[in-house]
């Protein structure tokens, strides 16, 4: 059987396939998750600490935490009700068990007690994991303040990346 132009057009599209799979797909180190593009998340959320990857926690702890906002970890952060089931649609939709969520997010659900509803990420096993290495001292710098300030480290944080290659620890 010899060469055709049917096999080379094959055999280049196969490579096209196969080089354009490999450039967009994860590498090592890589972990991004889905982050809602609503304003009222960005603004209410992201106007005084990090705006969270939803995926980072299970629907029930997003409903926990939204239905507890009037001591949201010693801060008052009531919305008006319009605002609070907008930011709280927008998590469920892309929690950790939501239908949509990546394997990833969906290993950080399994890793989750179905009857335990965490209010804080770094609690979570997948934190842990993912800092174990991270010395106490560290966390404790001011300008990173808590192991919470995922921005401060994570330079893409708000854009719901957390490549290992863009981590930049503050002095």
Not at 63 to 78: I, Q, T, V, W
Not at 111 to 128: H, N, V
Request: with cysteine; proline share 6%; glycine share 6%.
């Amino acid at each position: 059987m010899g060469v055709t132009y049917k096999n080379l057009a094959v055999l280049l599209l196969s490579i096209v396939i196969a080089a354009f799979w490999i450039g967009n797909g994860q590498a090592d180190g890589e972990v991004n998750f889905p982050m809602p593009r609503d304003k009222i998340y960005l603004e209410e959320c992201g106007g005084c600490h990090t705006a969270y990857a939803p995926g980072l926690l299970p629907a029930r702890s997003w409903r926990k935490m939204m239905n507890e906002l009037e001591d949201h970890f010693g801060e008052d952060a009531s919305l008006e009700e319009p605002q609070q089931l907008a930011v709280l649609r927008w998590l469920t939709d892309y929690a950790a068990d939501a239908s949509n969520a990546t394997p990833l997010m969906r290993r950080i659900a399994a890793s989750i007690p179905r009857d335990a509803a965490p209010q804080r990420i770094t609690e979570t096993a997948l934190f842990k994991y993912m800092h174990d290495e991270v010395p106490a001292y560290i966390w404790k710098r001011a300008k990173i303040g808590s192991p919470a300030n995922c921005g401060a480290c994570h330079t893409r944080a708000n854009e719901g990346r957390y490549a290992e290659r863009e981590v930049r620890i503050p002095k």
